[in-house]
């Protein structure tokens, strides 16, 4: 009898910390009506980026070429008025950049995080 309660149990807690996982994660793609927005964030640095440093960056980050054309400028924008700025479907950040010394550090939702340094133009 212990060993059904246990087996019991044991389903119950890894079911309750998969609803909890999918929860966290939300949805892979966001749905096809929402609208991707870019904030600027205050940071003490700011850094002037070519082009050439925005597309290889948000390419990196998983931003298709018709987000990097609309969106691109506005990022470019933000961290050089601001330093920082993160990207939001809804209530959901999809990625953050921020500036620090010669690098800008990326974390995205989906494709995990990376530097860029400026000064050598890749990713380190």
Do not use: W
């Not at 609803?19 to 003490?44: D, R």
Request: net charge neutral; glycine share 8%.
């Amino acid at each position: 009898m212990k060993s059904v309660s246990y087996k019991l149990a044991s389903v119950v807690v890894i079911t309750v910390l998969l609803l909890l996982a999918l929860n966290f994660t939300g949805c892979a793609h966001p749905p096809a009506n929402a609208k991707l927005q870019i904030i600027p964030m205050s940071n003490h640095e700011i850094a002037d980026l070519r082009a050439d440093d925005i597309v290889l960056i948000m390419r990196r980050a998983g931003f298709s070429d018709d987000q990097i054309l609309e969106l691109g400028p506005d990022l470019r924008e933000g961290l050089l008025e601001s330093g920082a700025a993160q990207f939001k479907v809804g209530n959901k950040i999809e990625a953050i950049f921020a500036i620090h010394g010669d690098c800008v550090y990326v974390s995205t939702r989906m494709r995990g995080s990376f530097i860029y340094d400026v000064k050598i133009g890749s990713i380190v």
